[in-house]
């Protein structure tokens, strides 16, 4: 149990990676607070199932890209749980759709940027005075910021590219007051998000260019967050961990 009583608020918490993280930090005995947007009725799967192995949970609906929704979450997280706050997982994101550099415009800019990047920041503004020197962050980056992405991807890898940056930034300004920021940068995972945006030859293509020969699944991105998270991490901050089979390095 290492994360008995420890308080954690993981977005995106409904399903895939997300679903995954929460169901391992509250096995290990933290309560969560499982955000999440448009996955009702996968919040409710997921919430069920931490509590059918025991674990304390509470889940709550928002658009991260929105302050006064992030202050209700904030609102919600205190009432349950008290005003601090000791591991905050930035999972919430996505692709939205692949398009060319011709094909972007302004609104499309602003619809990625807001949806990986400023969401993460709202949240991160908002509930790191709620943490103190032993808290965590774990934010999820992407291969895409080590690679620059797929086809028709590239304000997609751009905005996680500035995770990995703002990782390391925060670190440094964290630092000192005891709270440790890294994050994770999956490659290939068994998800929706690439059910629906990558063609299945592209998949299995990539899946057996890897020295593992095979996709990662949720649960593997699940266990590195939290080591991340735990005090086993303890002298471990501004790190990006590539979680990928290998991809890229073989």
């Known amino acids: 149990m290492q994360f008995k009583n420890k308080i954690a608020l993981v977005t995106g918490g409904a399903r895939d990676i997300g679903r995954a993280i929460s169901i391992k930090l509250a096995e290990g005995g933290a309560k969560v607070i499982l955000h999440y947007y448009q996955s009702d009725e996968a919040a409710q799967e997921t919430l069920a199932t931490i509590k059918e192995k025991g674990g304390e949970a509470f889940v709550f609906k928002a658009d991260l890209r929105k302050i006064e929704e992030v202050k209700k979450l904030k609102e919600f997280s205190i009432e349950k749980f008290g005003d601090s ?3 905050l997982v930035n999972n919430s994101g996505g692709l939205i759709a692949r398009k060319s550099l011709a094909e972007q415009d302004e609104a499309f800019y602003n619809a990625v940027m807001d949806l990986n990047f400023k969401s993460l920041f709202l949240v991160s503004n908002a509930f790191v005075g709620m943490m103190s020197s032993g808290g965590a962050i774990v934010n999820l980056s992407s291969l895409a910021a080590r690679d620059g992405g797929g086809g028709g991807s590239s304000l997609y890898a751009a905005s996680k590219g500035a995770i990995t940056t703002y990782t390391r930034s925060l670190a440094k ?78």
């Open 85 to 87: 706050l000791n591991i």
């Open 173 to 250: 300004e964290l630092g000192p007051g005891g709270i440790r920021v890294n994050s994770v940068c999956p490659g290939l995972i068994d998800t929706t998000f690439h059910d629906i945006f990558t063609p299945e030859e592209v998949r299995k293509r990539v899946a057996e260019s890897t020295p593992l020969r095979r996709e990662g699944t949720s649960e593997d991105v699940a266990d590195l967050v939290a080591f991340l998270a735990s005090d086993k991490a303890s002298f471990i901050t501004g790190a990006n961990y590539d979680i990928n089979g290998g991809l890229g390095f073989s």
